[in-house]
Nanobody, 120 residues
Framework: VQLQASGGGSVQAGGSLRLSCAAS????MGWFRQAPGKEREFIAA????????DHADSVKGRFTISRDNAKNTVYLQMNSLKPEDTAVYYC??????????????????WGQGTLVIVSS
């Protein structure tokens, strides 16, 4: 299983970015992030069909997870970015569950991470 995350970069506060995760399989997927000196944090998850999503309270109303199953790609649209959103963002895939999980233990495969820097 291969996961390729992309779309990170530097943006000013209030700006937007869209992350992509191209997968070699169609599994339930999630996005996590890890800031320097902090633990990995759940951001969003989506079921294998795309019919069910979940978002962390810290990003609700600003971030949206979606998927294009024809392209086996999951997206994370990030709007109204804040400096505290600065982190390495990882996509993950779960072969064991059809719905996305909110804990890292629910995922079996991880992408390489893409860095997002939000400046004030």
């Amino acid at each position: 299983v291969q996961l390729q995350a992309s779309g990170g970069g530097s943006v000013q506060a209030g700006g937007s970015l869209r992350l992509s995760c191209a997968a070699s399989v169609r599994y339930a997927m999630g996005w996590f992030r890890q800031a320097p000196g902090k633990e990995r944090e759940f951001i969003a998850a989506i079921s294998w069909s795309g019919s069910s999503t979940d978002h962390a309270d810290s990003v609700k109303g600003r971030f949206t997870i979606s998927r294009d199953n024809a392209k086996n790609t999951v997206y994370l649209q990030m709007n109204s970015l804040k400096p505290e959103d600065t982190a390495v963002y990882y996509c993950a895939a779960s072969s064991r569950f059809k719905t996305g999980r909110t804990t890292s233990g629910g995922y079996d495969y991880w992408g390489q991470g893409t860095l997002v820097i939000v400046s004030s």
